[in-house]
T-cell receptor, first 114, second 114 residues
Framework: AAGVIQSPRHLIKEKRETATLKCYPI?????VYWYQQGPGQDPQFLIS???????DKGSIPDRFSAQQFSDYHSELNMSSLELGDSALYFC?????????????FGSGTRLTVV | GENVEQHPSTLSVQEGDSAVIKCTYS??????FPWYKQELGKGPQLIID?????GEKKDQRIAVTLNKTAKHFSLHITETQPEDSAVYFC?????????????FGQGTRLTINP
């Protein structure tokens, strides 16, 4: 079965650079969530989209922005990168708003800021 | 908002023994409680979930129990095997309106000793 696809798997950037992470949800899933997971930490919610509109916003820095496109894929744009942005970034998708009809995570993008 | 506490942070058991991980939540209106298994370098994978209209759910060696009155739920793994070694996260809905982001517990690193 198709899963949530994230790209790239690994990314190394220098401080103050910009990074773009991509997420392709499971086909027919219309809701996308972004999470950040620091070393040894639990995933922290950043932002979500339902039907291409922002649905909820968590602890996402102003330097980050995201959007969901007409094909339901989503991109997380991160500017003015800081060392503390180094983390695993996960995308999850679900069908509908409740998330209970299949809330599936991708394999993540490991971002390293040097 | 929802707050989820998970214990213990680490757990080591002998192969074949049982493992129990416990979580408490704060929002009495929460109605969905998933458990995720995360292996090194991978995204969280849903292993079992329970909705608030049942008290227990079982899937082979894995079971989850829910006590709504006390606002806690537990993961039980029986006949543990080395491949059960991973980090386990409990979660609960962060909001009951809109796209349901998940609030995660702090994680339990489970080690199965052969």
């Amino acid at each position: 079965a198709a899963g949530v696809i994230q790209s790239p798997r690994h990314l190394i950037k220098e401080k103050r650079e910009t990074a773009t992470l991509k997420c392709y949800p499971i086909p027919r899933h219309d809701t996308v969530y972004w999470y950040q997971q620091g070393p040894g930490q639990d995933p922290q919610f950043l932002i979500s989209f339902y039907e291409k509109m922002q649905s909820d916003k968590g602890s996402i820095p102003d330097r980050f922005s995201a959007q969901q496109f007409s094909d339901y894929h989503s991109e997380l744009n991160m500017s003015s990168l800081e060392l503390g942005d180094s983390a695993l970034y996960f995308c999850a998708s679900s069908l509908g708003l409740t998330g209970q009809a299949g809330y599936t995570f991708g394999s993540g993008t490991r971002l390293t800021v040097v | 908002g929802e707050n989820v506490e998970q214990h213990p942070s680490t757990l080591s058991v002998q192969e074949g023994d049982s493992a129990v991980i416990k979580c408490t939540y704060s929002d009495s209106a929460s109605n969905y409680f998933p458990w995720y298994k995360q292996e090194l370098g991978k995204g969280p994978q849903l292993i079992i979930d329970i909705r608030s209209n049942v008290g227990e759910k079982k899937d082979q060696r894995i079971a989850v129990t829910l006590n709504k009155t006390a606002k806690h739920f537990s993961l039980h793994i029986t006949e543990t095997q080395p491949e059960d070694s991973a980090v386990y996260f409990c979660a609960a809905p962060g909001e009951l309106q809109g796209a349901q982001k998940l609030v995660f517990g702090q994680g339990t690193r489970l080690t199965i000793n052969p």
